[in-house]
């Protein structure tokens, strides 16, 4: 069992940046690979950014991509997401998670949760 918890999240202005963190207990990161999603009011969850186990291939989504990056420090069991140039449309709540598969862009494919960090970008 992996216990995810997600900080770092707030009311910011459009062009600002957050470092979001996920920090793991129960089991290291390094046999996860990991992700962040996020789902803003009335709209399905969505993938942002994902990290590989043991190289740190990453993959962001199209619509963050130059913005956000994803890090891990598999040592300190933590995962971030840096954004910059943040955009109203980034407003969501933001996930962090786990899957035991080799990558994955799915919720689907994920194991394990955490409760969710709110970020709100005002115009």
């Known amino acids: 069992q992996v216990q995810l918890v997600e900080s770092g999240g707030g009311l910011v202005q459009a062009g600002d940046s957050l470092r979001l963190s996920c920090a793991a207990s129960?089991?290291?990161?390094?046999?996860?690979?990991m992700g962040w999603f996020r789902q803003a009011p009335g709209k399905e969850r969505e993938f942002v950014a994902g990290i590989s186990r043991v190289f740190g291939t990453t993959r962001t989504a199209d619509s963050v991509k130059g913005r956000f990056t994803i890090s891990r420090d598999n040592a300190k069991t933590t995962v971030y997401l840096q954004m910059h140039s943040l955009k109203p449309e980034d407003t969501a709540v933001y996930y962090c998670?786990?899957?035991?598969?080799?990558?994955?862009?799915?919720?689907?494919?994920?194991?394990?949760w955490g409760q969710g960090t709110q970020v709100t970008v005002s115009s």
């Open positions: 998670a786990a899957s035991v598969a080799t990558a994955a862009t799915s919720s689907a494919y994920y194991n394990y």
């Open positions: 129960g089991r290291t990161l390094s046999n996860y690979y």
